[in-house]
């Protein structure tokens, strides 16, 4: 096995006609590419071709890649998109840790492996969360999916969506849980994007992915993930099997301030798919960079086109910035917490001519060092929901923020205006600099009078960095202001100091 740091690198890295036959896969349209599928199944003696690609988290850099751009079944590496998609509405507040989830007789049916939960029972989000990360359960993701958007066919549509908008051209899909359909396909390349977008994304709910095992009514469920606590760095994410996929890993790991994800697709075993992993994580984790995050960090498609909800981790307010092209989006007010929320591909999430899809294209794939997600604005949010539910989280993630005096770049200490633009929130006080002193050259006259500034927030054990101009009097200025940058390919938001 040969590491290739470019597209151009991958027929070095095999026999000539399989590179040429791996090209044909890579090129071919997403319906030649089940039909090709579907033929070698019905012959008889398929075997999934191997795929594999690790990324440095900080650069975009590759450094390992083999037919990565070739369409492969995700299996149940799908419940990261399915996990993604429902830390999305709780941190919206429509679900929170101890909410019901209503078992269906449609999910209450689905194939193994699965808790085997009876129709019309319940189970909480944060055992449901626990038994995707451990169990695998396909019940359970099902059950996710309905209890979102009313039924797993209108949720894999927004799952394809939000793919899509993250930067994950060559993804659909077509049920909650990666159980075997033609449709359900996706890329090394792919998979890549998705793994580092849920952990800057949703950093107080990764955490879950550390899981080794739980107890659920008397039973105690560990992890299908054997790495975990095994080999030096490895956090998570999710493993994944199925006939036609072979033996699927999305792998995270970090050590001495460098961090990489890693896919491993069509592993011949279980055991080979680890020890594969193993050999990669290894050979690349001291190959990656380990200064500060170089790729400038933005939202998905969807995000970058709503207004922006500002949630202070202090006084626990929630505000709203509207906009002109934004009038379709529903404030998380007056969501009913107890009806599936329509978030199918005609509503909010949905990229550009992608209603009532089966399979359109999305974004054009983007270079192999972009960076196609972010933190959300505002860094570590509280999560609405109940008392119950905080502290639950609060034991998984340490506490409630405590936030430090703002500091200027240079000079002078800033004195936050009435009114402030927030750009993001970072893990480094570089990063964050480096992002308002790009967000200032390129902002043009909306910046000219404004003081960068960072704010430091300690919170879950984590230090971060919120990165934000001062020098607005008024809201209307403000949010011109953060218009000009989102013209310019920043996510920001106005919000009172």
Request: glycine letters at 8%; one cysteine or more; a positive charge.
């Amino acid at each position: 096995m040969r590491s290739v740091s470019s597209r151009s690198g991958m027929s070095r890295a095999l026999p000539a006609a399989l590179a040429a036959a791996a090209v044909l896969t890579a090129l071919a349209s997403p319906a030649e590419a089940r039909r090709r599928h579907g033929h070698a199944r019905a012959g008889g003696g398929y075997n999934p071709p191997y795929a594999a690609m690790v990324v440095d988290v900080k650069t975009g850099k590759t450094l390992h890649a083999v037919n990565e751009d070739s369409l492969r079944h995700p299996a149940s590496i799908t419940k990261v998109m399915t996990l993604y998609m429902l830390f999305e509405q709780m941190e919206k507040g429509r679900f929170a840790l101890d909410s019901e989830l209503t078992i269906s007789a449609r999910a209450a049916a689905q194939s193994p492996s699965k808790l085997g939960l009876r129709p019309g029972s319940t189970i909480e989000v944060e055992d449901a969360i626990k038994a995707i990360v451990t169990k695998s359960a396909n019940d359970v993701a099902c059950a996710i999916g309905e209890n979102i958007s009313g039924s797993e066919e209108r949720f894999a549509q927004a799952m394809t969506a939000k793919a899509h908008a993250l930067g994950m051209s060559r993804t659909n899909y077509a049920n909650a849980s990666g159980l075997p359909d033609a449709d359900q396909v996706t890329t090394a390349r792919d998979l890549t994007i998705l793994a580092r977008a849920i952990q800057d994304r949703f950093p107080r709910y990764y955490r879950y992915f550390q899981t080794r095992s739980f107890a659920f009514r008397g039973r105690v469920i560990g992890n299908h993930n054997h790495l975990l606590g095994r080999v030096e760095g490895v956090d998570g994410i999710k493993t994944g099997y199925t006939r036609d996929s072979g033996f699927n890993l999305m792998t995270a790991a970090k050590s001495d301030d460098r961090q990489i994800v890693a896919i491993v697709l069509g592993g011949k075993s279980g055991a080979s798919r680890d020890r594969i992993m193993a050999d990669l994580v290894r050979a690349s984790l001291p190959r990656a960079y380990a200064g500060a995050r170089q790729t400038s960090p933005t939202t998905d498609v969807a995000e970058r086109t709503r207004p922006a909800v500002v949630a202070d981790a202090v006084s626990r307010t929630r505000t709203q910035v509207a906009s002109a092209e934004d009038d379709e989006i529903e404030t998380t007010a007056s969501t009913d917490r107890n009806q599936p929320l329509d978030i199918s591909p005609n509503r909010a999430t949905t990229t550009p001519g992608s209603a009532g899809m089966a399979w359109k294209s999305g974004p054009q794939a983007l270079p192999k060092a972009a960076q196609a997600y972010a933190a959300p604005a505002g860094g570590q949010a509280p999560f609405p929901g109940s008392a119950k539910s905080e502290a639950r989280l609060a034991s998984v993630d340490g506490g409630q923020a405590r936030t430090e005096a703002p500091k200027p770049l240079s000079g002078p200490r800033v004195v936050p205006s009435p009114w402030v633009i927030q750009l993001g929130a970072m893990d480094d006080e570089d990063k964050a600099k480096s992002m308002l002193a790009e967000a200032r050259s390129r902002g043009g006259g909306a910046l000219a009078k404004a003081s960068p500034y960072t704010v430091k927030v300690e919170h879950g054990g984590a230090t971060l960095f919120r990165a934000r101009f001062s020098g607005f009097s008024e809201q209307d200025s403000a949010q011109d202001a953060c218009k000009a940058l989102k013209r310019s390919g920043f996510n920001c938001f106005a919000t009172r100091s």
